[in-house]
Every structure is written in C-alpha cells, then in structure tokens.
C-alpha cells in the first residue's frame, strides 16, 4: 500500500524526497496520538478512524515492558606474543536465540545469583577451556537491549593456560578493529586502550 501511494504521488509531480517528509509531518503535527488536528487535516475526507468516529482513540499503543535488569561479567586477559601484545576474544556462537551472535568480544558470561569473579572463573575453566585467575575490576559499563538493563562487570585476569579453538583467539589491538564487535563491547576496549595498566595491576594483588 505504501509502494502505490509513492506511485501514485510520483503521478501528481510528488517526489518520494517529498513524499516520506511530508507523511511524517502529517503525523507529528495534525494527526497526532492525542488530539488530532482533523479539520486541517489534508486527507480528512479519506481517513477511516474518522468516517468511524475514533479518530481520538486510535492508535491503540502497547504498554512499556517492564525493565528486566542482567548483570554480566567479561574478562581482560593480554598476552604478549613474540613481543607483541595481544588480547584474548571469543566469538559469540551463531545461534539465533542470543544476542550478538557470530560477533567477537571480550570472554562474557551472564552472573545470576552469585559472584561475578567466581562465576566468569568457573565459566572459563569449564565452557572455554581457560585456566585464569580473576583479578581487580577494571570497569563497568551499563546498556540496554530491548527492555534489558545490563550492568557489565570487566575484570583483569592472569592465564595460566588456554586450550586453543577456533570461537577463541588473539588478537593484536590493530586486528580487532577489522572485526564485527559489538558497539558496547568495543566502547569498552577503547576505554581500556586508554586506560592502560601495568602488568602487577592485572593481577591478583
């Protein structure tokens, strides 16, 4: 319907370019949610709500969700590799059920009723293969997602090993801009670009 209408008004000498505006300003000046201004209304003697009288109970809007708080823990593990630093991602799977899927980010997991540190400890060394030490809590950021509010923990960590696969790599701080990161996520790594630490300030102190 919204095709033939563009049609229909490239027919009369109307540009899409004027077209679109012109429909949004409809909506945001006269035909508004309260109120509407029907008599200076353009396209009155069209308009279905009015012809049924519910001009001034239409649209019917939805209520806000609720607010679901999350809280999630990442970690910041570096390594230098023939002298140069590196920094350990992994790629979120490709599963339509989660968010980000397929992205690359700092190792994350969500913390559900108990220490962010014990639960990103014991979510390395049993689902990533990673044998770490948590330490200090660098940063914490918070975004949303639809109706969630996350509160994202990013603590430092000391490897004692990582078992190589392929969702878990290093990556040079220049390479990880060439990959598909999460805008969050990648707020993130700038902030700790920028806010370097020394390596006895990474670990468990």
Known sequence: HAEAVVREGQAH???????????????????????????????????????????????????????????????FIQSTLDGAPRVLLRCRPHDAKIWWRGMWELPRVRVENAAPEATLQRWLRDEMGVDAQIGALLHTMR??????????????????????????????????????????MRQLLRWLERHPRGQEQLQLL
């Open 143 to 184: 975004h949303g997602v639809t109706q969630h509010l996350i509160t994202l923990n990013c603590f430092a960590a000391q490897v004692v090993t990582v078992t190589e696969r392929e969702e878990l790599r290093w990556f040079a701080p220049h390479e990880i801009d060439a990959l598909a990161v999460p805008s969050t």
């Open 13 to 75: 000498g109307c540009a899409p370019s004027q077209l679109n505006p012109a429909i949004m300003e409809l909506g945001a000046l006269i035909c508004r949610p309260r109120e509407p201004d029907c008599p200076c209304c353009p396209i009155a003697e069209f308009c279905a709500a009015r012809a049924a009288g519910r001009q001034n109970e239409l649209p019917q809007t939805a209520p806000k969700p609720q607010t679901i708080a999350l809280q999630d823990a990442c970690v």
